[in-house]
């Protein structure tokens, strides 16, 4: 029989979905599953971008320009100043099908198939995934959740650049750990950006959830324009994951050029979803300050309780809605599975992604999970006694 690709045997399965028929059967027998898995937020999508939705009065939905609609982009240049990402114009973003896309064409657009891509580990573990997709080696450097995850001394990341590497890719905040670089840090990064001549790809769509004193910045603001990519999303600022709009913004005008013939080749990014973005970015404060206020509080009150259950330990996340704990367990990833098969509490249970899958050393975080501080505050407690109970009953089976 035809067989399967190398590229689609070496793709590796998502962490944050793999156990999702399991959860899935769960729920098909009447159990109620609490998702710590998964960086959905449940916040509700500014109510300007639902009514620019129901009040299509369009005949026809057609494609829009491959670029993205020019008064949206428009609009994004005043939203990024608000972070002081100055001397950008729209002609310097491109919306894309989700922050997702944008990683991709980065990776398309400057990386021939055999070149290597420095990321610091835990790292989000779709990176991996677009890199497979695009024929890119991943380097890994390690952070270490004893000191919180702090960058790698540089040391790491010299020691991991070769001939072929070409760029280093940098979330922050950071997906799955929640540490939020210094700008002592940064620096550091563009350092190294600068003297083995490497593009930076910046994840930034979680930038406004910094629960820091310091101010964030920006890749942008870096003073490396040529160097710097950055990615963007609505997803999580606006509660918008589902209309998949992203966004690729860089000054090197080659880049550019390039990221625009693969948005060519899939013709246009979704035109109901800019529709709702384009109606989201103007007159928000308020939800957006309400939305920190939130995340910062269930933050608070998530962490102080993972940290009160015997053997589990969480350093406190500066950004996003993420934090990686370690448990009491051998193996996560079957302590995860259990949680969804075996174990009920008043026909109740919890599902997390198996923090192993965050890493791309085999041995790396095999007792850990990710989760995703998403649920308003009295879910979290209730999935916090789940846990709770839950590695009680794990570790006190019967093994035969």
């Not at 948005?263 to 939800?287: F, K, N, W």
Request: charged share 20%.
């Amino acid at each position: 029989m035809p067989q399967i690709s190398h590229r689609g045997l070496e793709m590796p399965s998502s962490p944050i979905r793999k156990l999702a028929p399991l959860a899935n059967e769960a729920k098909s027998q009447g159990v109620k599953v609490y998702h710590l898995n998964i960086g959905q937020p449940d916040l509700p999508t500014p109510q300007q971008g639902l009514d620019a939705l129901k009040s299509i009065t369009r005949k026809t939905l057609e494609y829009s320009p491959s670029e993205g609609y020019l008064p949206f982009r428009e609009k994004l240049v005043g939203y990024y100043r608000k972070f002081g990402i100055n001397d950008i114009t729209h002609e310097n973003i491109i919306v894309t099908s989700g922050g997702s896309e944008a990683i991709l064409f980065a990776l398309l657009a400057c990386m021939n198939p055999g070149d290597e891509m420095i990321m610091v580990e835990p790292g989000y573990a779709n990176y991996i995934s677009f890199a497979v997709t695009a024929g890119v080696k991943v380097v890994t450097v390690t952070s270490n959740i004893e000191d919180g995850f702090v960058l790698p001394p540089m040391e790491a990341f010299e020691e991991a650049i070769s001939k072929r590497t070409k760029a280093i890719l940098l979330c922050n905040p950071n997906n799955p750990t929640g540490y939020v670089y210094s700008p002592e840090e940064l620096q550091r990064i563009k350092e190294l950006v600068l003297k083995y001549d490497l593009y930076l790809i910046a994840d930034e769509v979680y930038r406004e959830f910094v629960y820091t004193d310091e101010p964030y910045v920006s890749a942008l603001t870096l003073g490396i324009p040529q160097h710097v990519i950055l990615v963007d999303s609505v997803s999580k600022r606006y509660s918008e994951c589902g209309i998949r709009i992203g966004m690729l913004v860089t000054r090197n005008r080659m880049v550019h050029d390039t990221v625009m013939k693969y948005c060519q080749a899939r013709l246009s990014p979704p035109l109901l979803g800019q529709i709702v973005a384009d109606a989201s970015v103007e007159g928000v404060e308020e939800y957006a300050k309400a939305c920190f206020e939130e995340y910062k509080a269930r933050r608070d009150f998530f962490i102080k309780g993972l940290n009160s259950i015997p053997g589990v330990y969480s350093p406190m996340p500066h950004g996003a809605f993420y934090t990686v704990a370690s448990l009491p367990v051998a193996d996560a990833e079957d302590f995860c599975r259990w949680c969804l098969t075996d174990f009920r509490l008043d026909n109740e249970t919890v599902m997390m992604a198996p923090a192993a899958g965050f890493y791309r050393n085999p041995d790396l975080g095999r007792n850990q999970v990710r989760l995703a501080y998403v649920l308003k505050k009295e879910d979290l407690q209730r999935a916090l006694m789940l846990i709770r109970y839950a590695l009680k009953a794990y570790n006190n089976r019967t093994v035969f």
